[in-house]
DNA sequence: TTCAATT
């Protein structure tokens, strides 16, 4: 794989600045890739931490990249210890710290692919900055990065933060309640936690959670899996497929023939976010399904199997109880056509899988319990 | 038995 040096942004002339685009957390405090921030005497001024890298670059197009930059010391793209994946960062030490200045002034905010990478000094490694990231869910949906970090603030100094959207559509996301902190030292988090989970941010009705994150390294080997499935064979024998198919088929003629479906609320599809009203089921860019009464052992494939033949599903997850990696008997789908959804919530609510009856509709916005 | 979420 080329990384094309010359889509470098114009970072030339700004000097170090946050990365504050949708593809990676940052700071809003605009403290990350200043030499200043490197306060202590035991920090190095040659070693980096690049972060945001795509998931395909190799260790050698990370040295060949930034050795364009001036000699390097060492250089390490971090693997998942088991699959050899790329974690998507790395650390490169250059001889000279003022290649490091340069190299941030230079590739920080580089795009590559889709990923816009963020360089930044790196801190010294110990064992006090190590867990130090919280989960944080049940967030009000009008809070803003910013106000997440203040809240945050006064336990300690935050690396970085996000909160998570849904797709993004032109100008508008909307917030799915759900974000990361990451503070300086774990106590700092250890802190955040008895302080702020359980509680109600100002202003808020529901509390919030806070928890610390998972290591995404391990990430479940049926989740891996799990993506395997993204490309579902469309293959469903019986009636239901005949049903699904004959409503695709529909579908076609309609769309050559200019029929507009009695379904279709296709006009209030644009202006939803605008309006801020809310539609049940509609999340931003598709249509989100409440799937119920799925068995302990359901997996993504049964819902990408059932929902794939009604027309496009963008998103399929089983809920799963976090220690015994069992269902909790529901999860959720998401289509992105109105009609194809409702077609597939009349085709499989009350569908018998195995011996349970399936519950299926729009989700509906109850409300977040800790 | 009825609505999550893990960059």
């Not at 702020?196 to 049926?222: D, M, R, Y």
């Not at 799925?294 to 990408?304: K, Q």
Request: glycine share 8%; hydrophobic share 35%; charged share 20%.
């Amino acid at each position: 794989m080329l990384f094309v040096i010359a889509a470098m942004e114009t970072q030339l002339s700004n000097g170090p600045t946050c990365n504050n685009t949708s593809n990676g957390p940052s700071t809003i405090t605009n403290n990350c890739s200043s030499p200043v921030e490197s306060g202590s005497v035991e920090d190095s001024k040659t070693n980096l931490i690049v972060n945001y890298l795509p998931q395909n670059m190799t260790q050698e197009e990370l040295k060949s990249l930034f050795g364009s930059i001036g000699e390097i010391e060492s250089c390490k793209l971090v693997r998942d210890k088991i699959t050899g994946q790329s974690l998507g960062y790395g650390f490169v030490n250059y001889v000279d710290p003022k290649d490091a200045e340069k190299a941030i002034n230079t590739l920080n905010g580089l795009r590559l692919q889709t990923k816009t990478i963020k360089v930044s000094y790196a801190r010294p490694s110990s064992a006090s900055i190590r867990d130090a990231n919280l989960y944080v869910s049940g967030l009000p949906k009008t809070m803003t990065q910013k106000e997440l970090e203040q809240l945050f603030s006064q336990y300690g100094r935050i690396i970085t933060s996000r909160i998570l959207v849904d797709q993004v559509t032109g100008e508008y996301s909307v917030s799915r309640g759900v974000g990361f902190i990451r503070f300086d030292r774990r106590v700092e988090a250890e802190e955040a936690i008895k302080g702020l989970n359980c509680q109600k941010p100002p202003g808020a009705t529901e509390p919030i959670t806070v928890k610390f994150a998972n290591n995404p390294s391990q990430k479940t080997s049926q989740a891996l899996l799990s993506q395997l499935y993204q490309s579902p064979n469309r293959r469903y024998p019986g009636p239901l497929a005949q049903q699904a198919q004959r409503f695709r088929l529909d579908n076609l003629l309609n769309m050559a023939y200019g029929v507009k479906s009695r379904f279709s609320p296709m006009a209030i599809d644009g202006v939803t976010s605008l309006a801020g009203i809310n539609i049940p089921g509609h999340a931003g860019t598709g249509w989100c399904i409440f799937v119920y009464n799925l068995a302990p052992d359901a997996d993504e494939s049964i819902l990408w199997q059932m929902f794939g033949p009604f027309g496009a599903v963008t998103n399929v997850k089983v809920i799963r109880d976090f220690n015994t990696n069992k269902c909790k008997g529901f999860g959720f789908v998401t289509m992105t056509n109105y009609d194809e959804a409702a077609v597939a919530i009349a085709s499989l609510n009350g569908y018998r899988l195995g011996d349970r009856v399936l519950q299926v509709s729009f989700k509906t916005n109850k409300t977040h319990k800790a």
